[in-house]
């Protein structure tokens, strides 16, 4: 069972640490000689302290020795969905292909589904498409379009 | 109705079998997917010997353009063999999911006719964002 530890057990054992990095001993040594002196401390703890005590400092980019399969998932903003919407225009075909949330496609669509895009090919986020809108034209009724 | 609505992707395999038997496209599915290791598949039916053919395992989109170019030759299909030219012009894949006018009629979205292998990758991207947007599409009033 563990030892809670008592404050001056606590400093004794800060300065043993302090001690032995000055002697440039490894974090392994100094643990077996704190466990001998009945003041081991967890592995994790007693690097960081070492580090401390040697002066190492901080690596840049710790995530980077993270191995992959313990890395927390990056947020990387709305994932992107695309939708191709197409029609034709006179017997020409136009498809915009739209990216973004669905709130933004929605809206998008309120729009798309009305007017065709100027291009015949157009792909752009649903926030920009109507930069991209032809809103004088609308889309034939019946269009003879291949997906 | 003036437009037709489908979804686009360049990392999932899918392909788009026009004038083939049920029979034919599950066997060419079968096919594809133990050949290239796509561990599962849906087909879809667009209408009367038209199938939709989604495959679970995300590829890189030059790994999509050959096996789908690789399908195309091995269906012995005209068809198919545009569908694979338009999809490698736009660098993605596109399959229907709205309705779309045929003639004097009206061709219903696809529906789901046979799964098999694993569904939790690209089949359940494609199922969900489908359903979306069949719900936006029914909304808008636009299919």
């Given at each position: 069972m563990k030892r809670k530890l008592s404050e001056e057990d606590i400093q004794q054992r800060d300065k043993l640490i302090r001690h032995y990095a000055e002697k440039r001993y490894s974090a392994n040594q100094i643990q077996k000689k704190l466990q001998e002196n009945g003041l081991g401390m967890r592995r994790k703890e007693l690097l960081a302290r070492v580090r401390e005590a040697k002066g190492v400092p901080k690596k840049?980019?710790?995530?980077?020795?993270?191995?992959i399969k313990y890395r927390k998932a990056e947020k990387k903003g709305i994932p992107a969905k695309w939708i191709a919407v197409y029609g034709s225009v006179d017997g020409t075909s136009r498809r915009i292909e739209l990216a973004g949330s669905g709130k933004q496609l929605y809206k998008a669509m309120l729009d798309v589904a009305k007017h065709p895009p100027k291009k015949r090919f157009v792909q752009c986020s649903a926030t920009e498409v109507s930069n991209y809108l032809d809103y004088q034209t609308l889309w034939d009724e019946r269009p003879k379009v291949k997906s | 109705m003036a437009i037709v609505v489908g979804l686009s992707d360049n990392k999932t395999v899918m392909c788009d079998l026009d004038d083939i038997s049920f029979k034919k496209a599950k066997d060419l599915a079968f096919l594809t997917m133990e050949h290239f290791k796509l561990e599962g598949f849906i087909i879809l039916k667009s209408s009367n010997k038209h199938y939709h053919v989604v495959f679970d395992k995300p590829k890189r989109w030059s790994e999509v353009i050959s096996i789908i170019a690789w399908i195309g030759i091995i269906a012995k299909n005209e068809n198919v063999w545009k569908w694979v030219c338009m999809q490698a012009i736009k660098k993605f894949c596109t399959l229907r999911v709205g309705p779309k006018p045929d003639g004097e009629g009206l061709k219903p979205s696809p529906k789901v006719v046979y799964t098999y292998g694993s569904q939790n990758r690209q089949i359940k991207w494609f199922l969900s964002m489908r359903r979306r947007v069949l719900r936006m599409v029914k909304r808008l009033n636009v299919g």
């Open positions: 840049p980019k710790p995530e980077v020795h993270v191995p | -």
